[in-house]
């Protein structure tokens, strides 16, 4: 079965931290300032939002939708924080940028407020849309430039270079569960061996996110795990494997949507119950294997060859 086209900016929206493309100069209001003020911050700043903060500490967001509705009500000109938003969604500054343009798909919002994971009352800055499209246009003139050099530096594959009747690269990466600041540390690193490797962008970037949400799972899911390259002149399989609790119905965890996610997993904004569905998606062969209560063990395989991997 055909697989899903992986484009430069679907892997850079996996790659890229929420952090190395917020705004980190942010303008902010207290709450007890009046709604009448921020007819001026608003237009002044050319912002449709802004945070509220009280004592260094974030309460709050305040839109101009809110200003708009203040004036329809032609209410008396009250404290900010009568008319605020105090349920915030909000993301890490080291989320990568897929779980905040996840959030901006799923709520409508048009900013999140960037915290501290240790200290979610903690602002450091303010993510919009904007600023996602600013950072991924950075980050495709970046990468083009690198990737002219590679093509310079690596006229030809790896393999081309060995001289045996069997080859094979074997690149092992160990992921600690639960460390959500280094989660996607093990992909990258994967990806940077990849290119140097000679290996094709567009087969770079499915193995990318595969093994980026490979990893997350078992950051998510598990205590930890293995993930595991194995890299040879026909194929890249990507192997994930753990001790874990295992997974009581594959095909239930297979479907678009579903996920076992602890509330306090899904409020950091993981496990919106995709990773197995992009894994699938993006790779040529797609096994899996569990038990609950022992682990479990999954494997995805990229084809090298292009006209395989159309046909496969």
Excluded at 200 to 211: C, G, Q
Aim: proline share 4%; glycine share 10%.
């Amino acid at each position: 079965m055909p697989t899903a086209r992986i484009t430069k900016t679907q892997e850079m929206v996996y790659e890229l931290k929420v952090g190395e493309v917020m705004t980190r100069q942010v303008i902010t209001v207290r709450p007890d300032e009046p709604m009448s003020r921020l007819r001026g911050i608003l237009r002044q700043n050319r912002i449709s939002g802004l945070p509220v903060v009280d004592e260094g500490r974030l309460v709050g967001l305040i839109s101009l939708e809110d200003f708009i509705k203040w004036l329809g009500d032609r209410a008396e000109d009250g404290p900010i924080r009568e008319r605020m938003t105090r349920q915030l969604d909000t993301v890490a500054d080291d989320d990568p940028l897929v779980l905040a343009v996840g959030k901006f798909d799923k709520s409508g919002l048009g900013r999140l407020p960037v915290v501290d994971r240790r200290d979610h009352l903690k602002l450091l800055g303010i993510l919009t849309k904007g600023d996602v499209i600013e950072g991924l246009l950075k980050k495709l003139e970046i990468d083009y430039q690198e990737e002219q050099v590679r093509r310079h530096q690596t006229a030809h594959v790896f393999f081309e270079d060995v001289e045996a009747d069997r080859t094979a690269l074997v690149l092992q990466y160990d992921v600690k569960g639960q460390d959500f600041r280094r989660a996607g540390g093990s992909s990258s690193r994967l990806k940077q061996t990849l290119h140097r490797l000679g290996v094709r962008p567009n087969l770079v970037r499915r193995v990318a996110i595969a093994s980026f949400e490979a990893e997350m799972n078992l950051v998510v899911f598990t205590a930890g795990g293995t993930l595991r390259a194995k890299v040879q002149p026909e194929t890249v399989s990507l192997e994930a494997e753990d001790s874990g609790p295992g997974i009581a119905d594959i095909a239930k965890a297979l479907e678009p949507g579903y996920s076992t996610a602890p509330d306090w997993v899904r409020e950091l904004g993981f496990g919106a119950g995709m990773g197995l569905p992009n894994i699938r998606k993006s790779c040529d062969r797609f096994e899996i294997d569990s038990t609950v209560g022992k682990g479990t063990q999954l494997t995805a395989s990229f084809f090298v060859d292009e006209k395989s991997h159309e046909t496969g």
